[in-house]
């Protein structure tokens, strides 16, 4: 029997499968189907029909659930951390910290504040030809809102996007990552469980692919996270449709220590922004620029607080740095050091896999010598390697925090805070944080996105929440009985009429003014009201 074409294709993809592995253990968590094209897109057709009756329940309502989502989290926190440490490898604690109160944080802004932000907003006229108008601004959601997100934040990412995109009366379907869709299931059974209907919220799991058909249904607007190169092409894909998108990307976040930094302090900030979730993070600290005068005395520091973290499984309450998540992040990283190491750069610690522990196991790795040479520089490692390199000027410092394509985040590290914030400005780059790192993720008010490759958009905060709305302009005119003084009736007394409407406003001298407004004047009686 001849198979029809269609009929191949369906075959195709459900043959398509995507395994859930433990990064530490290897041990196989599950197994699924990749979610068929028709099945992607009837779950966008039920999330279209229950699209209304959430957003017809009003913001109050929908905070409500909010609150009990909120609830139910805080309830099952060390369920749901036990569960992004068995599929992304982090450690506990830091399942808790980075992913659990991001996302408990994140639904107290949006009980807070999302009813005020959602509200119509007056738009007061400053043209005269306009004041008789009152206009408001509407916000309307867009309807069905497609996720796509990535493996490093299994939990936070999704969840923070998912509750803004609902909260604003949103349906939403999610594409998790391929690599972590148990996680995504625990934050579809919170969810559901607080009274988020079940079409109102909806997982296709799989792969690339699953994502790229994800993108091509009716949905109204995508809220990507992942690499620059999916990004581009996900770009590609939304423009053919004019599809809304906000892209967050890849990045290569620099550090700045200034002369007058304290090297402890800056020192710890270093290793950690470089090591959290084994470098996998988008705001990681990738590259490190030093003040020549403690480029030295950091980088023993670097070197000594390196050589105390505990490499394990995220599961041990020792453990300080997990597995990576795969065998593929770890050949990025080999090749970046092969390439550091051959154009003259130096490992003062680590520099190797960590074989006898597990398969995706990598010392944290500190570099010397490093140069913009060195794709360890240039490209995103993703990985827990922190190369330092030393600089003589602030101005030296933040052009070569500038001489990158990405622009995500950036750091600057002073004992003066009004320098610190000078330089921030100079950086380009989404976020920049004076003697911190990373932290501004969690920080539920401010606005996350990147500039240049790092992408477009905004998620969190106020900006986080307006991406998830249609602005509408709704103007209206409070004397319905009057025409408007610029329609037809052209003619050289309109003319002179208008001059003096021009003068009126915008001349310098107060009697141009005057003489303007006596001939505009006449403009008014010769409108019949
Ligand atoms: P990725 O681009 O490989 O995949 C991200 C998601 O896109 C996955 O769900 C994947 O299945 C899906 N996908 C892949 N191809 C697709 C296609 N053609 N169309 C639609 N969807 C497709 O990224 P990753 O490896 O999962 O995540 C790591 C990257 O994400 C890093 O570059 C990191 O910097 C970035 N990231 C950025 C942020 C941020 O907020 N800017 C946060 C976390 C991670």
Request: hydrophobic fraction near 45%; glycine fraction near 8%; charge should be positive.
């Amino acid at each position: 029997m001849e198979i029809g074409l269609d009929q191949q294709q369906e075959d195709k993809e459900i043959r398509r499968k995507v395994v859930s592995v433990n990064p530490a253990t290897g041990e196989i968590l599950r197994e699924f189907q990749c979610a068929s094209d028709s099945d992607i897109r009837a779950a966008v057709a039920r999330a279209r029909a229950a699209q209304g009756a959430w957003n017809g329940l009003g913001a109050r309502r929908r905070i409500a659930v909010l609150r009990e989502f909120q609830r139910k989290l805080h309830e099952k926190k060390s369920d749901i951390a036990a569960a992004i440490t068995r599929e992304a490898g982090k450690p506990y604690a830091e399942a808790l910290v980075t992913e659990v109160l991001v996302v408990l944080d994140a639904a107290r802004f949006l009980i807070d504040s999302a009813h005020r932000l959602l509200c119509d907003e007056p738009v007061p006229h400053g043209n005269l030809a306009t004041k008789l108008k009152s206009g408001q601004l509407v916000r309307e959601p867009y309807g069905v809102v497609g996720i796509i997100s990535p493996w490093n934040y299994p939990f936070s990412i999704p969840a923070t996007e998912t509750l803004a995109a609902l909260v604003a009366g949103n349906t939403v379907v999610l594409k998790p990552s391929e690599l972590t869709p148990l996680v995504a299931l625990e934050l579809q059974a919170l969810l559901h469980a607080a009274g988020v209907p079940k079409d109102v919220f909806q997982i296709v799991v799989g792969d690339g692919a699953t994502g790229s058909e994800l993108v091509h249904t009716s949905i109204d607007k995508l809220v990507f996270t992942g690499s620059v190169a999916t990004g581009k092409r996900i770009a590609v894909a939304a423009a053919e449709r004019l599809l809304p998108v906000v892209l967050e990307l890849g990045g290569k976040d620099p550090m700045l220590v200034l002369d007058d930094a304290d090297v402890d302090v800056a020192s710890s900030a270093a290793v950690w922004g470089a090591f959290v979730n084994a470098g996998q993070a988008c705001l990681s600290v990738e590259r490190c620029y030093v003040h020549r005068s403690l480029y030295q005395t950091f980088l023993s520091a670097c070197v000594e607080k390196t050589k105390k973290l505990r490499v394990g499984n995220g599961m041990d309450p020792q453990t300080d740095v997990g597995p990576m998540i795969h065998e593929r992040q770890l050949r990025i990283v080999e090749s970046h050091l092969e390439d550091a190491k051959a154009r003259g750069a130096r490992v003062l610690v680590g520099g190797s896999r960590m074989k006898e522990m597990g398969a995706n196991f990598y010392t944290p790795t500190v570099l010397a010598d490093v140069t913009h040479e060195m794709r360890v520089m240039r490209e995103e490692t993703f990985g827990p390697v922190l190369p330092v390199m030393a600089f003589d000027e602030d101005d030296e410092a933040v052009r070569l925090a500038n001489d990158s394509e990405y622009g995500l985040a950036a750091s600057v590290w002073t004992r003066d805070r009004v320098r610190g914030e000078r330089l921030a400005r100079c950086i380009r780059a989404g976020t920049v944080m004076v003697n911190d790192v990373i932290s501004c993720f969690g920080i539920s008010e401010a606005p996350h996105g990147g500039v240049k490759a790092s992408g477009v958009g905004r998620t969190h905060g106020r900006f986080g929440l307006e991406e998830m709305v249609r602005l509408k302009y709704v103007d209206s005119d409070r004397v319905p009985r009057m025409k408007k003084v610029w329609w037809y009736g052209y003619g050289e007394n309109f003319r002179r009429q208008m001059n003096g409407f021009l003068d009126m406003q915008f001349a310098r001298g107060l009697s141009q003014r005057f003489r303007g407004a006596v001939r505009a004047s006449a403009v008014l009686r010769s409108k019949k009201l």
